[in-house]
């Protein structure tokens, strides 16, 4: 999905990594004449493609990223007490991930994204959230669950 360039680092080779906005890298490499980004050489350059939109496969794949930290959590939940709120298309803001875990039961979990299916979380097991990504859940039988919140170690 497009996820929108917010920084950029270099690897340990000096090669160039977009940060993008879901908190996932990716590298932009000027690498003639196979990839051709030759604007990636120049602070100018970099700075004039910030806040346009790389698509990360990653977010596609539902890839956590890595270092972010859990900050929240909702309280445990049960087929009777999951929230209205969350049994309707809603997103997470931007750059902010979630984890639905489930304790006990079964979970229907629907993103919608073009051609994804309602998946349905077991007991013991946890599903990703993507920010800015309508989804929603919904209980088909008794459940325990909860919602855990991971943002930027820096934010
Ligand atoms: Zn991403």
């Given at each position: 999905m497009k996820r929108r360039i917010i920084?950029?680092?270099?690897?340990?080779?000096?090669d160039w990594v977009a940060?993008?906005?879901c908190h996932h890298g990716q590298h932009v490499r000027h690498q003639p004449p196979f990839t051709l980004r030759p604007w990636v050489e120049s602070r100018s350059g970099r700075n004039s493609r910030l806040g346009m939109?790389?698509?990360?496969?990653?977010?596609?794949?539902?890839?956590?990223p890595e270092g972010l930290k859990s900050y929240k959590q909702t309280p445990t939940f049960t087929e009777t007490?999951?929230?209205r709120a969350l049994q309707a298309a809603h997103s997470l803001k931007s750059g902010i991930w979630g984890l639905i875990h489930v304790?006990?039961?079964?979970?229907?979990?629907t993103l919608e994204r073009?051609?994804?299916?309602?998946?349905?979380?077991?007991?013991?097991?946890?599903?990703?959230?993507p920010p800015e990504v309508p989804h929603h859940i919904q209980a088909t039988g008794p459940v325990q669950c909860f919602i855990e919140f991971f943002r930027r170690q820096a934010d």
């Open positions: 920084g950029y680092h270099q690897d340990e080779r000096g940060e993008l906005d939109h790389l698509n990360c496969v990653r977010c596609d794949a539902l890839e956590l007490t999951i929230p304790l006990d039961g079964c979970l229907q979990y073009q051609g994804d299916a309602p998946q349905s979380i077991h007991a013991g097991k946890s599903a990703v959230v």
